[in-house]
């Protein structure tokens, strides 16, 4: 079998299991009065789930946005993928992870006044008046100094500079990526090494752009890149699994109308990965 060749089986194996998470996806909407991590958590779903079609849609030989042109876009692929496993994590720190439903609106507090002070500066930099920043100016304050002290806050926060930033509004979270990644339930040593490589291809550094030449970089096919293609692929894929069997976790009647050989299908690759399988 050819690179290419492995390229192509590869793909149609993500897009078998993205038409599956399609099928998650519609089963888990419109469910009332569910604690605010799922809704959260099923926002993000629905969001891996088209990031996840974008991604197929830049891939050469793709049968949901078929074209006439092979073009090989690395750079995005590299973004994309990166934005795509950056949700999962963001998923699993709201909605799998399992904590006390104190820690939990410790959270969902800090989520949102990460996301006030965004807003705050995003429109004072954009020039909206004072009917607009106000209600900031008054409220964001309040929330800091709430978040400030809670005692669940500061014995979960250590580090001096974090908690810092966090109260800058400038973070969203008190677990880095890495940190998260340490405490999932699966296998994931390869995650810190393509991090590194997918974020160095997103913001266009050295480590991506010096290494063009007459093919590289052109969207022109080329054995390395389509193979650092596949690679990205692979990544997608796992995460896409895993997203998927713990948004069945979370969800659990949406498991009923759902088919029960893809399903077993999407829990018997799972094993690949997972040290702990859900029930």
């Known amino acids: 079998m050819t690179y290419l060749d492995e390229y192509k089986q590869k793909l149609i194996k993500l897009e078998n299991f993205h038409d599956f998470s399609i099928d998650v996806s519609n089963s888990c909407s419109g469910q009332k009065n569910i604690p605010w991590k799922l809704v959260r958590s099923n926002h993000l779903f629905i969001r891996m789930t088209v990031t996840c079609q974008s991604f ?114 400038s973070v969203a979270k008190y677990l880095s990526n890495d940190e998260i990644i340490e405490s999932v339930s699966f296998k994931a040593d390869e995650f810190k090494p393509l991090y590194r490589w997918y974020s160095n291809h997103t913001h266009s550094m050295p480590f991506a752009t010096f290494s063009h030449d007459s093919e590289r970089g052109t969207g022109r096919p080329n054995r390395a890149e389509i193979e650092y293609i596949s690679t990205a692929l692979d990544f997608v894929t796992k995460y896409l699994l895993i997203a998927i069997v713990d948004t069945i976790g979370l969800f659990p009647l949406c498991e009923e109308s759902l088919n029960k050989h893809k399903l077993k299908i999407i829990r018997e690759e799972f094993l690949v990965y997972s040290q702990n399988l859900p029930s």
């Open 56 to 169: 197929i849609r830049l891939l050469p030989f793709n049968r949901i946005f078929p074209a006439e042109y092979e073009f090989w876009d690395l750079f995005s692929v590299c973004s994309l993928a990166r934005n795509f496993v950056e949700t999962y994590l963001l998923f699993w720190y709201i909605g799998v992870d399992k904590i006390s439903v104190e820690e939990s609106k410790l959270r969902l507090d800090i989520l949102h006044y990460h996301l006030n002070s965004e807003k705050y500066k995003f429109y004072k930099e954009f020039g909206l008046g004072a009917d607009t920043l106000d209600e900031f100016e008054l409220q964001l304050p309040i929330r800091k100094e709430e978040i400030r002290t809670n005692p669940l806050f500061n014995s979960l926060v250590i580090d001096k500079n974090k908690r810092k930033s966090i109260l800058s509004g």
